[in-house]
């Protein structure tokens, strides 16, 4: 179903999961169509149902287009006729194709609009394009018209090439057949589909065409003669749209032609006459399509086309029972097959008959076959369609045929001797190619096949695969022995055979016998998916190493999960069918035999494999093992319910690892045919996912990982439910197996449930289906209870190549026997009787129970002549004598009798082939006819190896017996195990087994012990006589040289722990000694006391050090820095416009997401302190206004660092390695880029430490008691003291030379345009103006991080360290090097009267800034750092109580501004009867008298405008206080008054009375400009990010379609800036400017080169951070907490607060570089 993005939101009911993903290719909108969608879910427009009420359309207003448009549309089929050339030598002239679609782009476009005008014009369309009548007049009365006779001659050209017949078409592997013009098809076992396809002439003949090489394989022609022309023949039209239609697919469906032709699918008559016509065409779309060079695009838009067409069911019947639609993709898929066949390798290479497809050819390489499989897939999902399939014999046949042409395809050889040259990649075609085009029908197929009524389809699929099968065998020469090397993971027809078997007996009802075959043919189904499992563990074991790596890759595409289900599921459920119905020791010694580990199945301690490596045995061992266990363990078509399935899926999956829903969804296997099976999303998934596990929201943390919603296992999941079984089965990655059993045992320590290290546990199954019951026979046969016994001896005996899994599988396999044992043992004494019939085996029985309890004496054994065993005298002296002497003579009597002097031998592959015979002659087929080819020479006969010899152990043990040993010797005591039941005879008559079990190797023992107790008397009985038996201390036995091989390699691993936790702890203290370091660092530069904050403080952690002493994180010394070798902070410099985006409005800005909403920047801190710099420069002297203000609002320089040091020589060198080093990751060198050596942090500098001493601290903390006028003095006169700073420059040490250095460095972080701001460009009052700006950015934006508040907003951002302190040092010392003018330095303006005629100055030249228009803050940062270093504190002081008194003035001149005409004469008459008091000059009303009274001789006021005031002074009596400005004697209970901190220079009504003047000598002639810079905003808020919608499709709809303000076009990637909201193209070539794309740009103009943009298309965020960027991630998550990322999964998104508000500290605190750490370079490119 495809809709519009209008309908879809204006959808009136919509279930809100529904997800809505977006299609590149177009298509026509079915809102309104109720053979697509129900009624309710129409959009309101179109509820709007006809009925007899609405007029019809009169017959004259559509007389014009009925007569104008066949001419019309003939025309265009004229113009497509002539533009048409035939390709020459298959090159198709796509330029010229493209040239005729443009020039009739218009008229296409002019259908297009038609079409749009509603269903009147579209049922005269109708009429117009299927009227034949019409379309033979118009094209048969050409006459004389020569152009036309031309053009209709190319038409019939192009007519000749529409059938599947063509002349170029030639049948595969190059054989000619003898009538020109026709093609053949290999079809198997065909007869009696006589007549099915009216196109094909069946042959009776079958081995006719034998001598072209096809053997027994029966060959159909495909005659072109034959009288339907719907799929072989030339087409033929009768109407134009048959002939539009035929011209959209020679022209290889162009875009505009598709819509047009879709858009017409509301007009019923047009659809049903539209449908048929594709499908009389349906043969010459896939030819088309099969040569075109952009198959890609043509097939999204023929499945475009098809899927509207084949979705209604209806529609779908009818074609198929009128125009034979199933023939006709059955045939044509055979058709497109043809051509890529080649001769199979499989088994016989020489003489095989059988052909598959060639998976590197461009058909499946490119998945060419897609459209018309997925086509056929969608009819087969309707019922009707697919009952008439499963009828159909002859189909089936056909069927059959085509998917044997993919068994056995893909075949892998194994390299021995070299890796092999060329790794082909040509395997995930041949997997997508089985899944696609013959697993997804066949579960459409079994979608049907649901019910009782249905069994006649399930046994006639199942006969034709038997069928086809059975040809297979013959074709390949296939006895009973597969190729020695050979692999192919594609058995379909083996997959078919397996999912019809289950789905008949779980669905169906139907007895299994009577749809399985002879024994023999299940032997030979057995055979290849055995070989497969094999190999599965060969190549784990890495014996197939020289393949390379695509044989990995092939072994993991099997068990994926969107695989699995058609692949291993169905391949171990067939080998479960068969080891149901076959003799269990055959299965049994085949397994063993496949896995190659035999040979290892002996009692010796050596042993020689003739066919494995000894490296290889182990793995391929536990591979044999855990195969078994899987095989008799899984339920999943044995009986288990489609719920219970899902639910032990979704365990698997979340045991593994914690999971997102979408990847849950993703994992979980299911049906791949959409309409069957488990629904993604479904009631049932969502149930059972909220049953077994608990949702774990994300956790978001600045600097932490962008972590998503993850679904994690409950408690009663891991205590009950957790199945390493179905773990095994589902991982792709063997880590995954270690990932659920680490997370198993934490779960078990944590609850406190088994503290050691537990095994794999013990689940009880579902109980098997009735029909599956012989299954457990293996569990019951004697060759498995040799096996496992032979196992349990070995591990006992410590023999190599065994394993604890080996061990835990075996006891695994013990006790599922003894959970599915029979009831036959009714009488105990008379199952061991007998001894007389099982003289020569090893077991009496096949009983597990009864054989557990049984002992085996001697066994005779073949051995390699060096082997231990060999160089014995007689049996008593064997090395196991110590063992065996744990049994005496009170062993049972009958058991003595049974063995006594008999030595056991057994050979696996001689009873496999033994029973084999057994079967053949049984058969009463033509099977015991056939001359078995001799054995292969890689299975050895046990004596024909010379080298080998034989010897008798003595074994004298049975499995209960070497169970207790294992008991004592895991637990490692001697008679570890006690009978419980002897203690508490209830264990026995009420047991207690739990159907889970936790513990390890010693519990599972125990359980075995117990069942097998429970089972019988007897086995309870033995069990403890072996346990009263007093067992003498065991001798120190001689240690063997592996075995102290073994424990000295246990000591070393044991010293090496040692070690290791030695230095884990040493790492540990050092780590913690580290971080109180830090933590002193911390305290000392950000302690509360804001007199910390001075930034040129400079001490010591240890008073009585004379030093600071710093640590090179590189050399690792420690000293002071000297102007010799200086040490210097790892900095990051980078350009800021934070500080630009503070607003003086608290409501947040928007992003606009409606036209009407706009976003101008306006209000924000940089425009306003822009527009002011401009005013001042506009009526004042340049160099007066460069010192009046600050800049670094936009692309100030903010400076931070990590807290590590490092001598400057050493940090040189670490760089010079950087460059040599080749691999560098993220940044770059070049530019000065680095990382910190000790943190890895992001840097691009080194800062300079200023040698320091104690004598500073002593210098601040100095107490004085001189006047403040003195103070006064002494300050002009160290300001004007050029070489006061202690660090002359003419002196070229290295401190110097590197704190020039880093100046330039801060200097080239910004752009030019943000440091040069005066009227004559390289001005030396530029650079004084941009250094004590950097120092005003870098305090403004530590305010900003406490939070815009020193007393309530705390330390600063996490982990940072501060720098101030060394770059206040850097500045200082440049800044020195300009002496402002004495004349002009503000200081004598703020402290002294000056002579009235000094400022009658030049009326030509422009006038000084007047004081009351200075930024106090900048003249404070100007004082400071144009004094002497160290600054003393009452100089300090000094300086803030000057600078205060002006800042009060300006906020008393601001503040009358403000007022109306009526409140000023108020305060001014109030003011001025209290001017002559004693403490006047500190009180705000008598000072806002005169202010008023003094600036009322101006114009200032004339202009009227009140503004509110607004006071918030919470924090100034705490820093007023700090900074000394309150009297020592002020009494705190009064009510605190800002006026009493003044302390003024100068009598204070002089002083202000001079400033005034200034203001009104400008206000004369400019009073509106001069009241505009007297109002200063002097409290910003804090910088947000724009506020996003709460719904992502808010902010999609608006802007995916938005034009570009530059290029006026929809750009393909569009982007929004999330700091202004500007609307930008990502990679957009057409708004670049000078090579730089439109991202970077505008990261440079609104965020100095760090830019946040949101991805539309994507949901996405990426930062631009100077030339690099990176993907942040998102912050619109679904409703389980996931991205959806490139909105693939088209899930609903909502914002998430906490990542956005994570996005927005990571802006504001300047850490992008440090947090994110995939970061790539973007060559202006974005």
Not at 728 to 739: E, N
Not at 963 to 969: E, P, Q, R, V, Y
Not at 1603 to 1628: E, I, M
Request: aromatic fraction near 8%.
């Amino acid at each position: 179903m495809s809709l519009c993005a209008e309908c879809f939101t204006r959808a009136t009911t919509r279930d809100t999961t529904s997800t809505c993903s977006r299609s590149q290719a177009g298509g026509a909108c079915d809102c309104g169509d109720s053979n697509v969608m129900r009624e309710s879910g129409f959009c309101r427009r179109h509820q709007i149902k006809s009925s007899s009420n609405i007029p019809c359309v009169p017959k004259d207003l559509l007389m014009m287009s009925e007569f104008v448009l066949p001419r019309f549309i003939f025309c265009l089929i004229q113009y497509l006729r002539e533009g048409y050339n035939e390709p020459a030598a298959d090159v198709p002239s796509e330029k010229d194709l493209s040239k005729v679609l443009q020039l009739l782009e218009p008229q296409i476009s002019f259908l297009e609009d038609l079409t749009k005008m509603g269903g009147a014009m579209r049922s005269v369309l109708t009429q117009v394009l299927t009227n034949q009548q019409n379309y033979k007049d118009l094209t048969s009365g050409l006459g004389e018209n020569t152009c036309a006779k031309k053009s209709h001659e190319k038409y019939l050209i192009a007519l000749k090439s529409s059938g599947l017949t063509y002349p170029e078409d030639k049948l595969v592997y190059g054989i000619q057949e003898p009538s020109a013009g026709t093609s053949t098809l290999a079809v198997q076992g065909f007869a009696g589909a006589t007549g099915t396809l009216g196109q094909l002439d069946s042959s009776d003949e079958e081995d006719q065409d034998g001598s072209q090489g096809l053997g027994k394989r029966k060959r159909v022609k495909l005659s072109s003669s034959t009288k339907d022309q719907s799929i072989m023949d030339v087409l033929k039209h009768k109407s134009f749209l048959e002939e539009l239609l035929f011209w959209t697919i020679k022209y290889e469906f162009p875009q505009k032609m598709v819509t047009f032709l879709l858009n017409m699918l509301p007009d019923q008559e047009y659809k049903v006459a539209f449908t048929k016509t594709f499908v009389q065409h349906y043969a010459f779309i896939m030819k088309t399509l099969k040569k075109s060079h952009e198959s890609d695009t043509m097939s999204n838009r023929i499945v475009h086309i098809s899927v509207q067409l084949f979705s209604n069911e209806e529609l779908a019947r009818q074609v198929t029972e009128e125009c034979q639609l199933l023939d006709i993709m059955v045939t044509v898929l055979l058709y497109m097959m043809e051509s890529c066949l080649i001769k199979s390798e499989l088994q016989d290479e020489e003489n095989s008959l059988h052909v598959v497809v060639n998976c590197g050819e461009a058909l499946l390489k490119n998945n060419t076959y897609w459209p018309l499989v997925s086509d056929f897939i969608n009819i087969l999902s309707h019922q009707s369609v697919a009952k008439k399939f499963l009828e159909d014999h002859g189909l089936l046949v056909t069927w059959m045929n085509f998917v044997s042409f993919f068994q056995g395809m893909n075949l892998n050889k194994r390299e021995l001797n070299e890796h092999v040259e060329f790794e082909s990649q040509t395997y995930y075609a041949a997997f997508a190619a089985e899944l696609e085009a013959c697993a997804q029908p066949m579960w459409g197929l079994l979608s049907h096949c649901k019910v009782r009524e249905t069994q006649e389809y399930t046994r006639n699929v199942v006969r034709y695969c038997l069928e086809a099968l059975q040809d297979w065998f013959d074709a390949i020469n296939f006895v009973d022995e597969p190729a020695p090397n050979q692999v192919t993971f594609h058995l379909p027809l083996h997959r078919y055979y397996a999912m019809f078997l289950s789905k008949a007996v779980k669905c169906q009802e139907l007895d299994l016998d009577s749809v399985l075959p002879d024994q023999e043919m299940l032997m030979k189904l057995m055979i290849h998916p055995l070989q497969i499992q094999a190999s599965l563990a060969e190549i784990h074991s890495n014996m197939w190493v020289r393949n390379g790596l695509q044989i990995k890759g092939q072994a993991m595409t099997y068990v994926q999960s969107h695989f699995c289900n058609s692949m291993i599921d169905p391949d171990i459920y067939l080998l479960q069918v068969c080891a149901s119905r076959l003799d269990p020791d055959y299965f049994i010694s085949s397994v063993f035999e496949r896995f190659k580990v035999v040979d290892l199945l002996t009692m010796a301690s050596q042993h020689q494999n003739t066919v494995l490596d000894a490296e290889h045995e182990r793995s391929m061992l536990e591979g044999a093992l855990t195969f078994l266990v899987i095989l008799l363990s899984l339920r999943l078509h044995l009986g288990m319910s489609d719920d219970e399935i899902l639910r032990a899926e979704m365990v698997a999956q979340l045991c593994m690892n914690d999971r997102t829903h979408s990847s849950l969804l993703d994992l979980i296997p299911e049906n791949p045919n959409p309409k069957s099976g488990i629904i993604p999303g479904s009631y049932s998934f969502e149930s059972v996912l909220s049953a077994v596990a608990d949702f774990k929201a994300p956790v978001f943390e600045p600097g932490g990982s962008m972590q998503q919603g993850m679904y994690t296992p409950k408690a009663e999941v891991w205590d009950q439910e957790f199945d390493p079984v179905m773990v095994i089965l589902r991982t792709v990655y063997r880590r995954d197996v270690q990932s659920a059993m680490d997370r198993y045992t934490a779960f078990l320590k944590q609850n406190g449930k088994f503290p050691g290290n537990p095994w794999p546990p013990y689940k009880k199954r579902t109980p098997l289906h009735p029909s599956y019951k012989g299954l457990m026979r293996l569990l019951h046969c004697k060759t498995l209870h040799i096996v496992l016994f032979t196992l349990l001896y070995k591990i006992l005996m410590d023999h190599q190549n065994l394993s604890e899994h080996v061990l835990c599988m075996v006891l695994y396999l013990i006790e599922l026997g003894l959970e599915n044992s029979a009831d036959e043992e009714s009488d105990e004494e008379a199952s061991v009787c007998g001894p007389e019939r099982c003289h020569d085996s090893w077991f009496p029985g096949s009983n597990l129970v009864a054989n557990m309890r049984h002992f085996i004496n001697y066994v005779r054994v073949r051995v390699p002549e060096t082997a231990p065993e060999v160089k014995r005298d007689s049996p008593a002296s064997t090395s196991s004598d110590s063992l065996g002497s744990l049994q005496s003579s009170r062993r049972p009597k009958v058991l003595q009798r049974e063995n006594s002097g008999t030595a056991q031998v057994f050979s696996l592959v001689a009873e496999r082939r033994k029973k084999f015979q057994e079967i053949i002659n049984r058969s009463s087929n033509e099977a015991n006819q056939v001359v078995r080819p001799k054995t292969s020479s890689k299975w050895s006969a046990p004596g024909s190896a010379p080298q080998l010899t034989t010897a008798i152990l003595e074994i004298k043990e049975s499995i209960l017996s070497l169970l207790i040993k294992l008991h004592h010797k895991l637990s490692g005591k001697q008679n570890s195990y006690y009978p419980p039941w002897l203690d508490d005879i209830e264990i026995l008559i009420q047991p207690e087994i739990p159907k889970y079990s936790h513990g390890d190797g010693i519990t599972a023992v125990e359980r075995i012990l117990l069942k097998a107790a429970l089972q019988s008397r007897m086995n309870k009985r033995i069990i403890e006589e072996i346990c009263r038996k007093v067992t003498p201390p065991v001798p120190p036995r001689k240690v063997t040289a592996a075995e102290k091989k073994t424990l000295d390699k246990e000591e070393r691993r044991q010293k090496a722990r040692e070690r290791q936790q030695k230095l884990l702890a040493e790492f540990a203290s050092r780590q913690k000694s580290f971080m109180e370091t830090a933590m002193d660092v911390e305290r000392f530069f950000f302690s509360d006391s804001p007199e910390n904050d001075i930034p040129m403080e400079i001490t010591t952690a240890e008073p009585q050090v004379s030093e600071a002493v710093y640590d090179c994180v590189i050399c690792g010394q420690s000293g002071p820095s000297s102007e010799d070798r200086p040490t210097g902070l790892v900095v990051l410099l980078q350009a800021s416009s934070v500080l630009g985006q503070c607003r003086d409005n608290t409501e947040p800005k928007k992003l606009p997401i409606t036209e009407e909403e706009q976003i101008y920047p306006w209000d924000t801190c940089a425009a306003v302190h822009d527009v002011r710099l401009s005013l001042l420069q506009r009526y004042f002297k340049d160099s007066s206004c460069l010192l009046a203000v600050s800049i670094g609002w936009e692309g100030g320089v903010y400076v931070q660092t990590c807290g590590h040091t490092l001598h400057i020589d050493c940090h040189k060198s670490y760089m010079e390695s950087l460059r040599n080093d080749q691999v560098l990751q993220g940044f770059s060198v070049d530019k000065g880029e680095f990382t910190c050596p000790l943190c890895r942090q992001f840097a691009n500098s080194v800062l300079p430490c200023y040698p320091g001493s104690n004598m500073e601290n002593n210098l601040w903390h100095r107490p004085s008691n001189k006047s403040l006028q003195d103070l006064i003095k002494e300050v002009e006169e160290l300001q004007g003291r050029p070489g006061a700073f202690p660090v002359s420059i003419s002196s070229e040490t290295n401190l110097s030379k590197e704190m020039e250095s880093v100046m330039k460095d801060i200097k080239n972080t910004t752009q030019k345009k943000y440091r040069d701001y005066s009227k004559t460009p390289g001005s030396p009052d530029n650079d004084f103006l941009f250094m004590y700006s950097v120092a005003r950015t870098n305090l403004e934006l530590e305010l900003i991080h406490r939070g815009g508040n020193l007393c309530s907003g705390g330390a600063s951002t996490a982990g940072k360290r501060s720098c101030l302190n060394q770059l206040f040092h850097v500045l200082a010392l440049h800044m020195r090097l300009y002496s402002i003018d004495s004349e002009f330095n503000p200081w004598r303006k703020l402290t002294q009267l000056e002579e009235m005629n000094s400022q009658l100055g030049n009326e030509e030249q422009q006038p000084e800034v007047p004081i009351l228009y200075h930024d106090v803050t900048s003249l404070l940062l100007i004082q400071i750092l144009m004094m002497p270093q160290p600054l003393r504190k009452d100089h300090f002081t000094c300086i803030v109580k000057v600078l205060f008194a002006l800042l009060y003035t300006q906020a008393l001149a601001a503040l009358s501004v403000k007022c109306n005409e009526e409140d000023r004469s108020a305060w001014k008459h109030t003011g001025a009867l209290k001017k002559n008091t004693c403490d006047a000059e500190k009180s705000y009303k008598v000072l806002l008298s005169f202010v008023i009274s003094e600036l009322s001789k101006g114009k200032l006021y004339h202009e009227e405008g009140a503004q509110e005031c607004a006071m918030e002074e919470e924090e100034f009596s705490v820093l007023s206080s700090c900074l000394g400005l309150l009297p020592t004697f002020y009494q705190t209970e009064h009510p605190f008054i800002s006026a009493s901190c003044l302390d003024w220079p100068v009598p204070a009504f002089d002083i202000i009375a001079q400033w005034c003047s200034e203001i009104n000598s400008f206000t004369e002639r400019h009073a509106e400009q001069g009241k505009a810079l007297l109002i200063q905003e002097s409290r910003w808020k804090l910088p947000h990010l724009l506020q996003l919608p709460e719904n992502y499709n808010t902010i999609f709809q608006y802007y995916h379609r938005k034009t570009c303000s530059v290029c006026t076009k929809v750009p393909k990637d569009p982007a929004v800036c999330l700091v202004c909201g500007t609307f930008v193209c990502l990679k957009g070539l057409c708004c670049k400017q000078q090579s730089y794309c439109e991202c970077v740009l505008h990261s440079q103009n609104c965020g100095a080169g760090t830019g946040i943009f949101l991805l539309v298309n994507a949901s996405v965020i990426i930062i631009i951070r100077g030339h690099r960027f990176c993907l942040w991630g998102s912050v619109y998550l679904d409703a389980h907490g996931e991205e959806d990322r490139d909105l693939r999964r088209g899930k609903p998104l909502y914002i998430c607060k906490e990542r956005y508000k994570v996005l927005e500290q990571q802006w504001i605190s300047h850490t992008f570089d440090h947090i994110n750490k995939r970061w790539g370079p973007h060559y202006n490119g974005l």
